[in-house]
């Protein structure tokens, strides 16, 4: 697991400035416990709090140490919203977003205790608060920033909280932007992981981009002062550097950097070197972008600047801005550190010709996406949680299975599949929960499923046909108040318990379920009056099975109908025959009358 990188420690900023997204044009920005829409110094529009499954709004303790109209409220996820708990946004076209959080607690609670959460994105883990917060400022009444980038493929996109202990979950605010989705050498680097933010640096200039001034950002990014990334014996030489031309290539396809970013960049002295020591979590892949732009009117030829970028002491490349792109244009580079097992990321600028320069560094740690349930298999248990009404204190939120380090679903256990591609379900424990809905037929749909618990609720209706899947091994619903017949789909699947005691089930005992306890297992079918056709049950009337005729009923009277039939055709005919010899009135003689009645 890793910590949480504060992208931000400041109380007072926050927005998203209304520019075209050059992608997609799809975008939300949600105001976590707002009310009614608000629109920010920087004429964004806020959308009023949406999406969530649960919890309740609340409005931070000192308002006016807040600027922005979005950085007041915050919605808090108690237990009894459930352990697990997500905003879920629909209508989502498949591909990358940015997300980015604004975290606050400014003790709107009156407890001076900042919670303890974990937070994930499409059913990974992304980052983690652990009380007390790092920084007092920031529990007492600053916000944190948070960024990364994701891939959405199922058409909607689950931001979810995990309650440590009993700690509720806090979230201000709530921004998604569709990204180009071959943004950050996607292509190389792989959908299957998320980007998450450890540090945007602007090199030579301070705090900007949307929520920190006017400057634009298609992507929504907002940039970093470098100085505290710098080393002690870099601040000492080093020099900043900016210009007011234009810079080519920037605001292109498939990044979208934007200007601002090149025109200005720090440097040092002929002999000096360019060190930052970037804080990380060992254990994990990281993507170093740096951004580089030869603003110096002075360099003018290629191999008048040249320097060796190293990273943990290993050198990386040798870098002559010139030489890729000549003067006042971009030019980015980037690279993968692998298996970090320190803390701290060493860069180092190491001068060749010349002294070395650079514009910006950007720093993202590579997660690994986490398995997510079967998409059939979360379909039934989202049926379920409707069919049974589970209440919402149990969090049967997002994905049911994911993440791997939280636990699933409570009463449900989770496994990987045989190919290790997704998770499935493997159990489902609910007894004794005041569940007083009925089974989904969707179930069916839980091909893995080696035992289903539902026993002492208040469970009705008729059990489903999908019920008895091949994998299903354990079978308890006792003490319920199910109706109708036990389903053919029981005999073919593998159960060695099936408790159905104390239920309304009528008709007859397929003698394949009941020959479970006959080959060792465990059968349990007392308290339901309407059961019969097995020992220990009454017999089942001759024509009457499951509640309606049996089949051999239905045979019966279907051969008395047609030996009825065929006499009263044989009559009729006779009777013509007589009539056309005799002439007479037609009439049935009177003991053919008896026969046909």
């Given at each position: 697991?890793?910590?949480?990188f504060?992208?931000?420690l400041?109380?007072?900023?926050?927005?998203?400035?209304?520019?075209p997204?050059?992608?997609?044009?799809?975008s939300?920005?949600?105001?976590c416990?707002?009310?009614?829409p608000?629109?920010?110094?920087?004429?964004?529009t806020?959308?009023?709090?949406?999406?969530?499954?649960?919890?309740?709004?609340?409005?931070?303790?000192?308002?006016?140490?807040?600027?922005?109209?979005q950085?007041?409220?915050?919605?808090?996820?108690p237990?009894s919203?459930?352990?697990k708990?997500?905003?879920?946004?629909p209508?989502?076209?498949?591909?990358?977003?940015?997300l980015?959080?604004?975290?606050?607690?400014?003790?709107?609670?009156g407890?001076?205790h900042p919670?303890s959460?974990?937070?994930?994105?499409?059913?990974?883990?992304v980052?983690?608060w652990?009380?007390?917060?790092?920084?007092?400022?920031?529990?007492?009444?600053?916000?944190?920033?948070?960024?990364?980038?994701?891939?959405?493929?199922?058409?909607?996109?689950d931001v979810?909280?995990?309650?440590?202990?009993?700690?509720?979950?806090?979230i201000?605010?709530?921004?998604?932007?569709?990204?180009?989705?071959?943004?950050?050498?996607?292509a190389?680097?792989g959908?299957?992981?998320?980007?998450?933010?450890?540090?945007?640096?602007?090199c030579?200039?301070?705090?900007w981009?949307?929520?920190?001034?006017?400057?634009v950002d298609?992507?929504?990014?907002?940039?970093?002062?470098?100085y505290?990334?710098r080393?002690?014996?870099?601040?000492?030489?080093?020099?900043?550097?900016?210009?007011?031309?234009?810079?080519?290539g920037?605001?292109?396809?498939?990044?979208?950097?934007p200007?601002?970013l090149y025109q200005?960049?720090?440097?040092?002295g002929?002999?000096?070197?360019?060190?930052?020591?970037?804080e990380?979590?060992a254990?994990?892949?990281y993507?170093?972008?740096?951004h580089?732009?030869?603003?110096?009117?002075?360099?003018?030829?290629?191999?008048?600047?040249?320097?060796?970028?190293l990273?943990?002491?290993?050198?990386?490349?040798?870098?002559?801005?010139?030489?890729?792109?000549?003067?006042?244009?971009?030019?980015?580079w980037?690279?993968t550190?692998?298996?970090?097992?320190?803390?701290?990321?060493?860069v180092?600028?190491?001068?060749?010709?010349?002294?070395?320069?650079?514009?910006g560094i950007?720093?993202?740690a590579l997660?690994?996406a986490?398995?997510?349930?079967d998409?059939?298999?979360?379909?039934?248990?989202?049926s379920?949680?409707?069919s049974?009404?589970?209440?919402?204190?149990?969090?049967?939120n997002?994905d049911?299975c994911?993440?791997?380090?939280?636990?699933?679903?409570?009463?449900?256990?989770?496994?990987?599949?045989?190919d290790k591609?997704?998770?499935?379900?493997?159990?489902?424990?609910?007894?004794?929960?005041?569940l007083?809905?009925?089974?989904?037929?969707?179930?069916?749909?839980?091909s893995?499923?080696?035992?289903?618990n539902?026993s002492?609720?208040?469970?009705?209706?008729?059990?489903?046909?999908?019920?008895?899947?091949?994998?299903?091994?354990?079978?308890?619903l006792?003490?319920?108040?199910?109706?109708g017949?036990?389903?053919d789909?029981?005999?073919?699947?593998?159960?060695q318990l099936?408790l159905?005691?104390?239920?309304?089930l009528?008709?007859?005992v397929?003698?394949?379920?009941?020959?479970?306890?006959?080959?060792?297992?465990?059968?349990?079918l007392s308290?339901?009056k309407?059961?019969?056709?097995?020992?220990?049950?009454p017999?089942?009337?001759?024509?009457?099975q499951?509640?309606?005729?049996?089949?051999?009923?239905?045979?019966?009277?279907?051969?008395?109908?047609?030996v009825?039939?065929?006499?009263?055709?044989?009559?009729?005919?006779?009777c013509?025959?007589?009539?056309?010899?005799?002439d007479?009135d037609?009439?049935l003689?009177h003991?053919?009358?008896?026969?046909?009645?």
């Amino acid at each position: 697991m890793f910590s949480l990188f504060f992208l931000l420690l400041l109380p007072l900023l926050s927005a998203s400035a209304p520019v075209p997204h050059p992608y997609g044009n799809v975008s939300y920005h949600i105001d976590c416990g707002g009310n009614s829409p608000v629109v920010d110094s920087f004429n964004t529009t806020w959308l009023p709090d949406r999406y969530f499954t649960g919890g309740a709004a609340a409005v931070v303790s000192e308002p006016l140490r807040f600027r922005q109209p979005q950085e007041k409220t915050l919605r808090y996820f108690p237990l009894s919203s459930g352990k697990k708990n997500c905003y879920v946004l629909p209508g989502l076209p498949s591909g990358r977003y940015y997300l980015r959080t604004f975290t606050v607690y400014d003790n709107y609670d009156g407890k001076s205790h900042p919670p303890s959460f974990d937070a994930s994105v499409e059913g990974t883990l992304v980052f983690s608060w652990r009380s007390p917060w790092p920084s007092p400022d920031l529990a007492g009444g600053s916000g944190a920033y948070s960024d990364l980038f994701a891939f959405v493929r199922d058409g909607e996109a689950d931001v979810c909280f995990y309650s440590i202990a009993t700690d509720p979950p806090v979230i201000g605010s709530l921004s998604l932007v569709q990204v180009d989705p071959l943004s950050y050498d996607s292509a190389s680097v792989g959908t299957n992981f998320i980007l998450v933010n450890y540090g945007r640096l602007d090199c030579g200039d301070g705090q900007w981009g949307p929520g920190f001034s006017d400057d634009v950002d298609y992507f929504g990014r907002s940039w970093q002062s470098d100085y505290s990334a710098r080393t002690a014996a870099t601040r000492k030489i080093i020099d900043a550097i900016s210009t007011a031309s234009s810079i080519a290539g920037t605001n292109r396809q498939p990044n979208y950097f934007p200007m601002k970013l090149y025109q200005t960049a720090v440097t040092v002295g002929q002999m000096g070197a360019l060190e930052y020591e970037l804080e990380v979590d060992a254990k994990l892949d990281y993507l170093l972008w740096f951004h580089f732009a030869e603003i110096d009117p002075g360099v003018n030829k290629a191999g008048q600047r040249v320097f060796d970028v190293l990273v943990n002491g290993a050198n990386a490349t040798r870098i002559d801005i010139y030489k890729e792109v000549g003067r006042f244009a971009a030019f980015d580079w980037h690279y993968t550190v692998k298996n970090l097992s320190t803390t701290v990321l060493n860069v180092k600028l190491v001068p060749v010709v010349g002294a070395p320069l650079l514009s910006g560094i950007e720093n993202y740690a590579l997660v690994p996406a986490d398995l997510a349930t079967d998409p059939q298999q979360v379909i039934a248990m989202r049926s379920l949680k409707e069919s049974l009404r589970v209440p919402d204190r149990m969090g049967w939120n997002g994905d049911p299975c994911a993440p791997t380090n939280w636990d699933a679903w409570e009463g449900v256990t989770c496994h990987t599949n045989k190919d290790k591609t997704a998770l499935v379900i493997y159990q489902i424990d609910l007894g004794s929960q005041g569940l007083k809905g009925f089974i989904s037929d969707q179930v069916g749909l839980l091909s893995n499923l080696i035992s289903l618990n539902l026993s002492s609720n208040s469970l009705g209706g008729n059990l489903p046909s999908g019920l008895g899947q091949k994998s299903l091994v354990r079978l308890d619903l006792s003490n319920n108040q199910f109706v109708g017949s036990i389903p053919d789909s029981l005999t073919v699947s593998n159960l060695q318990l099936v408790l159905l005691n104390g239920n309304q089930l009528e008709g007859r005992v397929p003698e394949e379920v009941y020959s479970i306890g006959v080959h060792g297992g465990e059968i349990d079918l007392s308290d339901n009056k309407g059961l019969c056709g097995v020992p220990t049950l009454p017999a089942c009337p001759l024509f009457w099975q499951n509640g309606g005729l049996s089949t051999g009923g239905k045979i019966g009277i279907a051969i008395s109908c047609l030996v009825v039939f065929s006499v009263l055709l044989v009559v009729v005919y006779i009777c013509c025959i007589r009539r056309g010899r005799h002439d007479y009135d037609f009439a049935l003689p009177h003991e053919l009358m008896g026969l046909s009645y």
